[in-house]
Nanobody, 126 residues
Framework: QVQLVESGGGLVQAGGSLRLSCAAS????????MGWFRQAPGKEREFVAG????????YYADSVKGRFTISRDNAKNTGYLQMNSLKLEDTAVYYC???????????????????WGQGTQVTVSS
């Protein structure tokens, strides 16, 4: 069992930056692959970024490539999502998720993950 808690969301102007954190507790976080997803009002939850247990492999949705960076610090049991050049369309609730044995094609699939945080709101204003 892994418990995940996101933080770092807030209100930011378009073009600004935010860094989200995902603090993990419970079983050894360093064994788990991790992903970030987001859900805007009236839309389905969508993949944003994923990172392997070691941090050696990262995956991004096309919509955030070059603007967002996923990382992790296993010593701190924490994952991060650095979001730069934010756009209005990035407004959503952002969730982190984790699970074991994620293959390269699994990171972008929400149903792959058993463990989810409660979400943190990111609002980008004009």
């Amino acid at each position: 069992q892994v418990q995940l808690v996101e933080s770092g969301g807030g209100l930011v102007q378009a073009g600004g930056s935010l860094r989200l954190s995902c603090a993990a507790s419970g079983r050894t976080f360093s064994s788990y692959g991790m992903g970030w997803f987001r859900q805007a009002p009236g839309k389905e939850r969508e993949f944003v970024a994923g990172i392997s247990w070691s941090g050696g492999s990262t995956y991004y949705a096309d919509s955030v490539k070059g603007r967002f960076t996923i990382s992790r610090d296993n010593a701190k049991n924490t994952g991060y999502l650095q979001m730069n050049s934010l756009k209005l369309e990035d407004t959503a609730v952002y969730y982190c998720a984790a699970d074991l044995t994620l293959g390269p094609t699994s990171y972008s699939v929400a149903s792959t993950y058993r463990y989810w945080g409660q979400g943190t709101q990111v609002t980008v204003s004009s």
